[in-house]
């Protein structure tokens, strides 16, 4: 199993980027999908989740209104717009793959990608 994202960068605050995650060796449809995220000396957090049956959706406090999960089953990749950045959303971000239907907890999460670094200058 494989899971790569792309997409991150160097942004001003109140810029946008758009991260994605292509999976590869596993049934993507029957997988939720998530992203975490990990700024340094913090502890890995939940950021979105998207379930893979019914559409479910789910955002931290933290980031909703700003940031919209989505996945193309076609494609077998996920996405994650983010906007309105700020300098708080500065961490490694990853995606990662559950066989539970949806899932909120890093726990639950089975395959993890490397990780794209994402900062947000002041």
């Known amino acids: 199993v494989q899971l790569v994202e792309s997409g991150g960068g160097l942004v001003q605050a109140g810029g946008s980027l758009r991260l994605s995650c292509a999976a590869s060796?596993?049934?993507?449809?029957?997988?939720?999908m998530g992203w975490f995220r990990q700024a340094p000396g913090k502890e890995r957090e939940i950021v979105a989740a998207?379930?893979?049956?019914?559409?479910?959706?789910y955002y931290a406090d933290s980031v909703k209104g700003r940031f919209t999960i989505s996945r193309d089953n076609a494609k077998n990749t996920v996405n994650l717009q983010m906007s309105s950045l700020k300098p708080d959303d500065t961490a490694v971000y990853y995606c990662a793959a559950s066989q539970f239907t949806m899932a909120i907890k890093g726990t639950m999460y089975d395959y993890w990608g490397q990780g794209t670094q994402v900062t947000v200058s002041s």
């Open positions: 060796g596993l049934s993507f449809r029957r997988y939720a």
């Open positions: 998207i379930s893979w049956s019914d559409g479910r959706i």
